[in-house]
Nanobody
Framework: QVQLVESGGGLVQVGGSLRLSCTDSGRIFSSSVIAWFRQAPGKEREFVAATRWGAGQTYYAESVKGRFTISRDKPQNTVWLQMNSLNADDAGLYSC???????????????WGQGTQVTVSS
């Protein structure tokens, strides 16, 4: 069954902002890590940001540091990704994933959502 559901994607102009959400209907442990990845057409999936569910530590790709903020809402089992100052390189399918350890690569995350599309226009 679908455990992770993303929303909030859409079309935005360069310099604009979007807020993505990832709601998890599965079991989340304090040791769980929720991450966001993105994939542009013809490119490999790349790490964007992650947060540890229990302690709330956050991690970011260098390309989004200072522009993106990841946060979690425990009562709602939701992770947010606030994206500001968007540019063309930020476009792609954004997917959230849950794993038991932090990684900037996809394999350690066994549970994935379907993704939400982000389009940045100039």
């Amino acid at each position: 069954q679908v455990q992770l559901v993303e929303s909030g994607g859409g079309l935005v102009q360069v310099g604009g902002s979007l807020r993505l959400s990832c709601t998890d209907s599965g079991r989340i442990f304090s040791s769980s890590v929720i991450a966001w990845f993105r994939q542009a057409p013809g490119k490999e999936r790349e790490f964007v940001a992650a947060t540890r569910w229990g302690a709330g530590q956050t991690y970011y790709a260098e390309s989004v540091k200072g522009r993106f903020t990841i946060s979690r809402d425990k009562p709602q089992n939701t992770v947010w990704l606030q994206m500001n100052s968007l540019n063309a390189d930020d476009a792609g399918l954004y997917s959230c994933a849950r794993g038991s350890s932090y990684s900037t690569t996809p394999p350690p995350y066994p549970v994935w959502g379907q993704g939400t599309q982000v389009t940045v226009s100039s």
